[in-house]
């Protein structure tokens, strides 16, 4: 369990830095940067839990998501020219940042006694709906509806979850093999550009 | 009750086709139409349950809406053209919606302990803000600050049936005449092309 | 603490009448503004309300608030004109709501038992995020992201009061001197049209 607390901290950190960094090239000052950080890192969870009725929420029972956050803002603050030259890295990041809070937001949701079908949305819900506020807060077309695929991805990894975990796969295995999953679904269609098909 | 659980799965049914079908014009993927068509169809019950603190949500504690729901998205990802064609039907569908979840959400406020001026108000938000929240997702003005009389006709609808409540009409006669009050104000504000005036 | 009660009052009815009176220029009903005033004024607290667990929501439970919010928008329909020409008298007014909405949100969290970081951030929410959701709804750069210091101006005067409380200043005191703190930072960026510096 430490394991996990330390990579819930750390996906926290790294989307606080994402957040921050999204609005750098807008008419934004410092506290607005701070801002979208805050709301990238703690969005997600916080619709799910206030969804399925969990109190207190998670950064508001645990001070250290807070400091996570306002470390990775700062970061975002004091080296924002190396942060963006590792560009690459952050989609890296970004990318283990929604495989892990996918599976996370699932097993935090079965955990609090849902069914399946709800724990698939609440686990998509988790990865992508602080991008979605963030983008909906700043004006921007939502990442979730722009050509690659992104929310699906962490959809079709909370499903494999949950088959594997219905036919009772050890966790440790299915919260590796899913993540990799919903990981691999990402960099694949970023590498070669695949999309859904439209609706005509 | 019976009816009423079939109409209720019928309304959400309709409202995901809805969502659906709204942003087939625009650069969505089907993943993109599909949540659009989910976040139609729960988001007006959903927030008026979260104000209400009313927990489960109906979608997460009856699996059933999101059976409704996803046969929705997957009927208009199927027929999105003779669907459209039907935009008229559809139309309709959505002011006999709109009527509907007026009444049901006044209704469940009520039976929730909260006074009629606050019911009135979560009956017009049960009708109208999953259709609020999906255009401000996808950065649409909501249909509530269009032109045409829209939600003034379910906050309308609203307010008479709790004055009939008041007057101690029985349920079914009231709920019948509130849902064609809602449903009357729509049709003819849009055939006459009627609106509310401006603030000047 | 019925001078608390009615300061409370009156600047939900300032902020509903501010709130109201912002979409005048664009292509709104009447209606649209009413429910842009009704959102402004309540959605700051409703939000900290539902972050936090704390129900009934305050409009909900005492139905003063309710007609406070239905008076101003009233007001702005009935004298939009004379209203607007005070438009200087409104925004001290808004300046003074953001003072006084701020330090209540942050007794309000310290109440119900958070840390004195997360209640600074229930203060600024407190006072800020009504705008940022009216903004949101009408497709507009929230006020928080714009140039001038706003929000932080808050979140300055929540720490602030926060300090004070941990040295035991006396609580009506530290209430005055935190008010008048957001308030002169507000007021002096925007008559020298100070910002914080942008993330480059």
């Not at 901290?9 to 801002?35: K, P, Q, Y």
């Not at 709301?39 to 508001?60: C, E, F, K, M, N």
């Not at 803002?73 to 924002?80: G, R, S």
């Amino acid at each position: 369990m430490e394991l996990q607390y330390a990579l819930e901290l750390t996906g926290t950190f790294v989307f606080a830095i994402s957040g921050a960094l999204a609005i750098r090239e807008r008419e934004h000052d410092l506290f607005g940067a701070g801002f979208t950080g805050f709301i990238t890192a703690i969005g997600g969870g916080t619709l799910r839990d206030i969804l399925l009725d969990s109190h207190p929420l998670v950064w508001i029972g645990d001070i250290w998501f807070l400091y996570a956050i306002i470390a990775g803002i700062l970061a975002a603050f004091v080296f924002p020219k190396f942060l963006s030259r590792l560009r690459k890295t952050f989609f890296l990041f970004d990318t283990l940042g929604i495989g892990f809070f996918t599976v996370l937001g699932v097993e935090k949701a079965l955990s609090l006694g849902v069914r399946p079908e709800i724990a698939a949305i609440m686990g998509m819900f988790s990865a992508v709906m602080g991008g979605v506020i963030r983008d909906t807060l700043t004006n921007e077309i939502p990442v979730l509806f722009r050509k690659e695929i992104y929310a699906s991805a962490c959809l079709a990894g909370a499903i494999f979850y949950l088959v594997m975990n219905y036919f009772e796969v050890p966790r440790d295995y299915n919260l590796l093999i899913s993540m990799s999953l919903v990981i691999s679904i990402r960099l694949i269609s970023v590498k070669y550009r695949l999309s859904l098909p439209r609706l005509e």
